[in-house]
């Protein structure tokens, strides 16, 4: 990704207030490049659809501006949208048209020239393709979310939002999903990802940004954000199990399992002292024995909780 050419998507100061005064959206800033993959995470009500809705001309911002490939999205309304395909979280197509029919629809609805080569291998690579001729009311749930991606892509956009898009679908279309997605931007295909699984976001996405409370609190390389949030735990598998920790050890904020037989240590691994040499010579200082130890990386999902509720936090005056 060339960082230093111009964004795909620039987004400046965004808001979005409802006539409840409801602020959905609040001061969003953020650059995607062409080609990038952005996993949006967030907790249910946090601003992800309203975000996709606004750059795609659904919701209409109270204030900032959105450009895409340099156009604006108020102004070149006609050619920002022609440039998106959105799958969007409700599966709304027409029951009682054909597979081919609503795809060939939805492509000249953005001004495209028929062509059949192009949609049959959108179909093939969703697993339509046997399905094509058949009406959209006898498809099952999954095959209609699948569907849902086909018109997305019929058109050939150059960026791609997909919303939620494998909730509640089966572990086969997800797979096929993340297949899709890096065929996509092996193409140069911008997409941005808003999901409840964590997994995904650390399948595919190059970028992770997570809203809550309707702001962007953060947005990072996924490798970038594992290494610097991303605390180490040390397991202390222990050779006799003890009933509470010696009062020497309690500067290490050890947990001890429920069984008594386990120490686990939490450290930064960015600290210039882990402080695991001094932890073991306390150890045994204390005349506690281990037989194993083995060290862990905490997860996206850890830092994803934690990040949220500081956030939830702040937004709502407790203690941090």
């Known amino acids: 990704m060339d960082v230093a050419a111009e964004p795909i998507l620039s987004i400046r100061n965004l808001n979005k ?23 949006l995470l967030g ?24 450009t895409v490939a340099g156009f604006d999205i108020v102004k070149d309304f006609r050619k920002t949208r022609s440039l998106i395909g959105l799958v969007p979280q409700e599966l709304t197509t027409d029951a009682f048209e ?30 339509l393709w046997d399905k094509k001729d058949k009406k959209i009311l006898t498809l099952s749930g999954g095959m209609k979310r699948r569907l849902m991606i086909a018109k997305a892509l019929s058109h050939q956009p150059s960026i ?18 993340w297949n899709i997605v ?3 931007k092996d193409e140069e295909v911008t ?12 399948e595919i996405a190059d970028r992770i940004g997570i809203i809550n409370n309707g702001e962007l609190i953060l947005v990072q390389e996924k490798a970038s954000l594992m290494s610097k949030l991303g605390k180490k735990q040390l397991h202390l598998d222990l050779a006799a199990g003890i ?25 930064d691994t960015q600290s210039e002292h ?47």
């Open 243 to 267: 009933d509470s920790i010696p009062e020497q050890l309690s500067p290490y904020k050890l947990e001890l399992t429920s069984e008594g037989n386990r120490l686990i240590y939490t450290f």
């Open 274 to 320: 882990t402080g695991i040499t001094a932890l073991l010579d306390d150890l045994n200082l204390a005349g506690i024995r281990f037989r194993d130890l083995n060290t862990t990386q905490r997860s996206l999902e850890d830092i994803f909780v934690n990040l949220v509720n500081e956030s939830s936090e702040e937004n709502t005056g407790a203690p941090v």
């Open 160 to 177: 791609l939002f997909l919303d939620e898009p494998t909730a509640g679908v089966d572990v086969s279309l997800r797979k096929d999903m």
């Open 191 to 202: 997409i941005i990802l808003t999901t409840h699984y964590i997994e995904e976001a650390e």
């Open 182 to 184: 890096n065929e996509l």
């Open 98 to 127: 054909s597979v081919w029919s609503t795809l060939a629809f939805s492509r000249g609805l953005f001004g495209k020239a028929p062509d059949a080569a192009h949609l049959e291998e959108v179909l093939r690579a969703l697993s």
């Open 43 to 66: 907790p249910n009500g946090a601003g992800k659809t309203t975000l996709i809705s606004a750059i795609c001309g659904i919701v209409r911002p109270s204030s900032g501006q959105v």
């Open 17 to 39: 207030t409802y006539a409840d005064g409801f602020q959905a959206l609040k001061d969003i800033n953020l650059d995607i490049h062409k080609g990038e993959i952005i996993a």
